[in-house]
């Protein structure tokens, strides 16, 4: 079945550690997005990328660095620069920018 | 930033009953659509109706859209238990930026 997988579920990071969040798609969606979710509040944009090699900041990029070596793949690097880390992060992917989204089931980042 | 802005923010309802949410933008789009998230998951994409459609229907869904008011509501008919979860509104905006922009969505729950 087609989908896509975001690894691990859960994540305990420490104090001034790099934590690595994998999302993983085999639609052949050329876009693939990272949001970040807070209690109660909506989605905010971290990074998109349109195609392979390439990728934007969004509202909310610092502190966050991300690669698209290869189309199925969109890694979030979630660096010790990031001071409020605990969140619940959510990768998604399209065919264009304007189609609907395909979600990951999300990773809940926290920080100990 | 955030685009749209759901209203309410939790509605209760029994089953049987139509449940309806609100969403209002500030610009001009391409197209809204409108999303589903259950607790602690990711979310689902229910509907996407494009700035030149008025009116959209998916099984019991029903999406309406005002450009000049800048306002779309969804309509679920026949609310089941099933139906708890979180609907965000989404907007695409061709000439500013390439990803959705999410409100806060509304918390609905339907009760047997």
Request: hydrophobic residues 30%.
């Amino acid at each position: 079945d087609g989908g896509i997988t975001q690894s691990p579920k859960y994540l305990f990071r420490k104090e001034g550690q790099n934590v690595t969040l994998s999302c993983e798609q085999n639609l052949n969606h050329d876009a693939m997005y990272w949001y970040r979710q807070d209690p109660g509040q909506g989605l905010r944009l971290i990074y998109y990328s349109q195609i392979v090699n390439d990728f934007q900041k969004g509202d909310i990029a610092e502190g966050y660095s991300v690669s698209r070596e290869k189309k199925e793949s969109f890694p979030l690097t979630v660096t010790s620069a990031q001071k409020n880390p605990t969140a619940f992060y959510l990768c998604a992917s399209s065919m264009r920018q304007a189609d609907g989204y395909t979600f990951g089931s999300g990773t809940r980042l926290t920080v100990v | 930033s955030q685009q749209g802005e759901e209203d309410p923010q939790a509605l209760s309802i029994q089953e049987g009953e139509n449940a309806t949410m609100n969403c209002s933008y500030k610009t001009s789009i391409n197209n809204l659509q409108w999303y589903r998230q259950n607790s602690g998951r990711g979310l689902v994409h229910l509907i996407l109706i494009r700035s030149n459609e008025r009116e959209k229907h998916s099984g019991r869904l029903r999406v309406t859209l005002d450009t000049s008011k800048k306002s779309s509501s969804l309509l679920i008919t026949a609310s089941r238990a099933a139906d708890t979860a979180s609907y965000f509104c989404a907007t695409y905006t061709a000439n500013s930026g390439y990803a959705l922009n999410f409100g806060k969505g509304t918390s609905l729950l339907v009760t047997p």
